[in-house]
């Protein structure tokens, strides 16, 4: 029961942090698809979601390559002493890149409901583009970017295949949907059908809550 | 004393009571061409015309909001655009009041901050001076959502007002409003143009309107000048 729970605070706790970290790049991509026209724009698009759509391992396969201590960005924290596989924040980044699109694609939805013309009209009364953001067009979307937000903690906190390559199943970085995995394979079923329980609790709450918002958004528009 | 002149002072202020305004300018949009040569010398102007004349898009080139193929626009000394010197100002450097005909006030503020978001901490105008004015004292602390469609109008003028800008645009200000609130509103523009002394570019399709408050009348047909001239 001890380890159930720590499993699950630790599970939350972790992709907590990874909403936080996709939250910036998310809400600025969201933004950048919604608003702007550029070159590369269907790449970004298309790069963003294809985590949405390869199957997860090979997701997870992309970034240890990336940050393995022989990738190019794995070596380069190395210099600083940072260690990412195995660790505590290979378990942020899968559940942050695999969390991201839904994140991007509700958050867009957001941004795409906003009328233009405050954002002109801010414009006009004298505010430049930092500021129309921050006081117009993200307050406008924010309920948007709340669904998004939890519909990619969603995501995260049931993140399996990415993290299982990422992070392994060591005591110091499993989460419950790992921990379903080696309880079932080791044959303890009731552990299993425990962290089952507290998972669909979990997810049912943080989506219910994100339908919510979604929901009543389209109502007040 | 402060030291600028305030647009509430109109005495300090007859040098920006006749300002030129050059509008000089084509700008296309998909079928539609917009051409426009017009140097005015007038308080306030009327731009009268038929719908789809291309009144509001002349207001919204000046806004910035809009960019014109080429040409010339300038508001007293200072160029908004020149094609040919390659002067673009965005809408957030222009310090043009915009009142637009849907007067897209922000829904997640209330009237206050409304008002106040595009103040000019310099030598803008003061929210007492402005909100007295206008008589927007008592909805101050009311959500946007809430207000009558006259108070919204004011609401609006109020807020472009804020931005002590060197002219007022302003679409169809009365045209959303039935007759008694028309009347209640005129008033007000009168004030702003007699009090603050902003030059002012009115849009309307109403004859009599026209001639309560401009000076100078434009007549726009199908994105051509159609006639311009003195009222008087």
Do not use: C
């Amino acid at each position: 029961m001890n380890s159930i729970l720590s499993i699950a605070s630790f599970t939350v706790a972790m992709a907590a942090l990874a909403t936080l970290v996709m939250l910036p790049p998310g809400v600025a991509v969201a933004w950048l698809l919604a608003r702007r026209r550029f070159p590369g724009r269907v790449v970004l698009e298309t790069v963003v979601s294809l985590p949405l759509v390869l199957p997860p391992v090979a997701t997870g396969l992309i970034l240890m390559r990336l940050l393995g201590p022989h990738g190019p960005i794995g070596a380069w924290l190395e210099r600083f002493g940072i260690e990412v596989m195995f660790t505590w924040r290979a378990v942020v980044v899968a559940m942050a890149v695999m969390g991201l699109p839904l994140l991007v694609r509700v958050a867009r939805a957001g941004f795409d409901q906003v009328d233009r013309r405050y954002e002109q009209i801010a414009a006009t009364l004298g505010a430049g583009p930092a500021r129309v953001f921050f006081t117009v067009s993200l307050p406008l979307a924010r309920r948007g970017v709340l669904a998004g937000a939890l519909l990619g903690f969603s995501r995260a906190l049931g993140e399996f295949g990415a993290t299982i390559l990422l992070a392994g199943a060591l005591p110091s970085t499993r989460t419950i949907a790992v921990a379903i995995y080696s309880y079932t394979e080791t044959g303890q079923d009731a552990a299993a059908t425990a962290m089952l329980a507290v998972s669909a609790t979990i997810a049912f709450g943080a989506l219910l809550l994100s339908n919510r918002l979604a929901t009543s958004r389209v109502r007040s528009s | 004393m402060k030291h600028h002149t305030s647009p509430l002072h109109p005495e300090q202020s007859t040098e920006r009571t006749y300002r030129r305004i050059t509008l000089d300018f084509s700008l296309r949009q998909g079928t539609f061409t917009l051409e426009i040569h017009e140097h005015i010398d007038a308080r306030v102007v009327a731009l009268f015309g038929p719908s789809g004349a291309g009144k509001t898009t002349v207001l919204e080139s000046i806004a910035g909001l809009r960019t014109p193929e080429h040409g010339v626009i300038r508001i007293g000394t200072r160029t908004l655009f020149d094609s040919s010197a390659g002067v673009d100002r965005p809408a957030h450097e222009r310090r043009v009041g915009y009142v637009p005909q849907d007067l897209a006030l922000f829904p997640h503020m209330n009237v206050r901050r409304n008002i106040l978001y595009g103040a000019d901490a310099g030598g803008g105008p003061r929210l007492d001076q402005v909100v007295g004015m206008l008589e927007l004292v008592p909805i101050l602390d009311r959500d946007v959502t809430a207000l009558s469609g006259g108070e919204r109008q004011r609401v609006a003028l109020a807020r472009a007002l804020m931005v002590s800008p060197a002219l007022l645009l302003l679409d169809e200000p009365l045209a959303a409003l039935d007759r008694g609130l028309r009347e209640r509103i005129l008033p007000y523009l009168e004030r702003i143009r007699d009090e603050l002394a902003i030059p002012m570019l009115y849009v309307s399709h109403a004859e009599a309107e026209v001639r309560a408050m401009a000076d100078w009348v434009v007549v726009l047909d199908a994105g051509r000048v159609a006639r311009s001239g003195s009222t008087g």
